[in-house]
């Protein structure tokens, strides 16, 4: 919520979708409690940013096929969808920078080698091009800290 906020964004429900985008997939709560909690509206965005990590029968969906389904749908997604989507990645983007930068061994935390990491951040990045000043402005600063990540050496 406070990287929408500084890129500009000052939508309520899309600030209560920011703080609680995380809670479906991570926490077990479900979109219906999240809409009679807060609103539909908040819920709709959440559902928008959520990832399906399990198939119908439980098992776990592959990380490519995930994200190429998330860049599916981004590049038809609303601008409120993007700035969300964009807000989620850029914090993602500046983390792994301060650890790369404090020495910790930060691609050996995720389900893909940093190439294909690197892929899907710069994918989610050309696919947000809502002609909106927040998204523009979220997408600048996300290509900013793509770039010093690109000028690090991998490890």
Known sequence: AWILQR???????????ALLHDVVE???LSLQALAEEF?????????QLSERKADADGRPRPWEVRKREHLEHLAHASPAVQALFLADKLHNLESIAFDLEAGDDVWARFNAPRE?????YRAVVDACTADDPC???LVAACRDVLAKLDATQPG
């Open 7 to 17: 890129a500009g964004c000052s939508d309520e429900t899309l600030l209560a979708a």
């Open 39 to 47: 609103s539909p509206d908040v819920a709709r965005l959440v559902d």
């Open 26 to 28: 991570d926490c077990g």
């Open 135 to 137: 998204v523009r402005t």
């Open 116 to 120: 294909r990491l690197m892929w899907y």
